[in-house]
């Protein structure tokens, strides 16, 4: 119980508040499933409150118009806070998600990062003039969209939180941000920051709570004006349609069952090592883990011994110890889920080469650890092959040449990320230019920046988040023309 945090509430229009019904849920440390934290859980009045605000704060127009310079100081104010008390998010974000803290500290790093670069670009959104015929001119208005909602997954709530927020304040919106209630605690800890730096009350509103009620009755609110949600394809379709009901603007974010695709020619030390990175990162618990190891036939033994050796140097852990090289999965139900799909590769005929347990010795057993998992011999139509798992789970898969491989890469629902792993700079880009995915690395796995778009083709998802897309993405154009006759 030593890790007990003191109770969280609702962030709304600027103060502290409980939840109208004064009902909480408790979140657990993944590593011993003791409580870590009651946190208030947010009622449709309160969602409603939360809305008003952040309408009554676009309204002022504190926020909107104020000179975007000054916008972007403050922002600038958030991102060196979060720096300042970087120590304590890494701690809080580890004991929350289970992630090791040295992840958990790069996270922090990365967010603040990431509200440093919006803050550059809040007085850098411009629109432009069109030539139109006559004696009249013609210009676009570049507006923000409103009141903004942001519903955040468990796997890196401080990273995928501020991803989306800090472009929608940048733009000059104002803010809803539901946490997943799995992990809500870095995201209300960002709210007590924003309001240290100066930012104007009603601009960002948290309002943590269960996604079946809190997050179903924000997303179809009459009175917002845009969705950016992140979190499962299965959730996305139901956001999807509740945002349907106002035409609400939706950017998804969703899953992945990423391709890692190692040709002959490859540094092979390099690929072991980002193949490695690629999955057993935050415990695999990525929408661009790169879940499907395709390995060309040629080096496929020498790569998989290199991979099972380096796998079994792992050392499983909780994530708030310095030694941990992998932490525990996020929930029970995780858990479950994860070794549920072990068992399918097991009876599809997969070939188990390392893993395939949960971890419980050295007091592991009451945390939600699994072992890190390779499957060889895994044919491209298995279970294991083509659903998102979420977990520490590699699938190995053969492909005889370079025609082969992006055949098996393509052959899935998702498009996220596809890893590529060569010296040939051309096969690398013509792999590049032929990949169904929104993002390719090559020769280093994962790899993105606050500046790089990040988003999915096909059911990975809509629209593009980091990056002046996603600047533009919280903003509406609006064409004004004049005649000057
Ligand atoms: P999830 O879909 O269960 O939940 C995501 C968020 O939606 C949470 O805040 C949850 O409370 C909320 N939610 C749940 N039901 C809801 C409903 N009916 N209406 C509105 N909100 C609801 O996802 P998760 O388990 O938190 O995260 C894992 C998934 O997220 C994986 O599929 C992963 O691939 C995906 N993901 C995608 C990206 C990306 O950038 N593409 C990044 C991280 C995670």
Same mark, same amino acid.
């Given at each position: 119980?030593?890790n ?14 409980e ?6 849920f408790?979140?657990?440390?993944p590593?011993?499933n003791e ?23 676009l ?16 922002l ?15 701690r809080?974000?580890?004991?929350d998600? =289970?992630? +090791? ?7 922090? /790093?990365?967010?603040?990062r $990431?509200w440093? &670069?919006? *803050? #550059?670009?809040?007085?850098k ?20 969209l ?14 995928l939180?501020?991803?989306g ?14 946490p ?7 995201n ?9 730096? =100066?930012l +104007? ?7 943590? /709570?269960?996604?079946?009620? $809190?997050?179903? &009755?924000? *997303? #179809?609110?009459?009175?917002i004006?845009?969705?950016?949600f ?21 950017t ?8 890692n ?97 949960r ?12 072992q ?28 005889e ?10 052959r ?33 796995y994962?790899?993105?920046?606050p ?35």
């Amino acid at each position: 119980m030593g890790n007990k945090e003191a109770p969280y509430l609702l962030f709304v229009n600027g103060s502290w508040r409980e939840s109208s019904s004064g009902s909480t849920f408790t979140t657990y440390d993944p590593a011993t499933n003791e409580p870590l934290a009651e946190v208030a859980q947010s009622e449709p009045e309160d969602v409603d409150l939360a809305v008003e605000a952040a309408r009554g704060a676009l309204e002022h127009k504190e926020w909107r118009e104020l000179d975007p310079a000054k916008r972007g100081r403050i922002l600038f104010r958030i991102a060196s806070l979060i720096r300042e008390r970087s120590d304590d998010l890494a701690r809080l974000e580890s004991l929350d998600n =289970g992630k +090791p803290l040295r992840e958990a500290k790069g996270d922090v /790093g990365y967010t603040a990062r $990431t509200w440093e &670069y919006f *803050a #550059g670009l809040a007085d850098k959104i411009e629109g432009k003039t069109v030539p139109v015929p006559g004696l009249r001119f013609d210009y676009t208005r570049v507006e923000p969209l409103g009141v903004t909602v942001h519903i955040v997954p468990w796997n890196y709530p401080l990273v995928l939180g501020s991803r989306g927020i800090a472009p929608a304040l940048a733009a000059g919106n104002t803010a809803v941000v539901k946490p997943s209630s799995l992990a809500p605690l870095t995201n209300l800890k960002l709210a007590e920051i924003a309001h240290d730096a =100066g930012l +104007p009350k009603g601009v960002l509103n948290v309002v943590p /709570g269960r996604g079946s009620e $809190t997050g179903s &009755y924000l *997303a #179809g609110h009459k009175g917002i004006d845009s969705i950016t949600f992140t979190g499962s394809v299965e959730t996305g379709r139901e956001v999807m349609k509740l945002a349907a009901q106002h035409i609400t603007p939706v950017t998804l974010e969703l899953g992945g069952k990423c391709p890692n695709i190692v040709l002959e020619d490859a540094d092979r030390a390099r690929a072991v090592r980002g193949v490695l990175r690629g999955i057993f990162t935050n415990a695999g618990q990525m929408c661009w883990a790169g879940s499907r190891l395709l390995v060309q036939e040629s080096v496929k033994d020498k790569l998989l011994r290199a991979l099972k050796k380096g796998t079994d140097s792992i050392i499983v852990g909780p994530g708030t110890s310095e030694k941990s090289h992998m932490g525990p999965l996020v929930s029970e139900q995780q858990v479950d889920s994860v070794m549920g799909y072990i068992k399918i590769g097991q009876d599809e005929g997969a070939e188990l080469l390392t893993g395939g347990e949960r971890a419980k010795d050295g007091g592991l057993a009451q945390g939600n650890f699994v072992q890190p998992t390779i499957f060889s011999e895994v044919d491209p139509g298995m279970t294991i092959a083509t659903e998102e798992i979420f977990g520490p789970v590699l699938s190995a898969i053969t492909f005889e040449d370079m025609e082969d491989a992006l055949e098996i890469a393509n052959r899935t629902e998702f498009g996220l990320c596809a890893g590529v792993w060569t010296r040939d700079i051309s096969r690398a880009h013509r792999l590049a230019a032929e990949l169904e995915s929104g993002v390719v690395s090559i020769n280093e796995y994962p790899i993105t920046f606050p500046q790089t778009p990040f988003g999915g083709f096909k059911q990975s998802g809509i629209g593009r988040e980091q990056g002046l897309e996603a600047v533009y993405s919280y903003c509406r154009v609006k064409n004004v023309n004049v005649n000057l006759l």
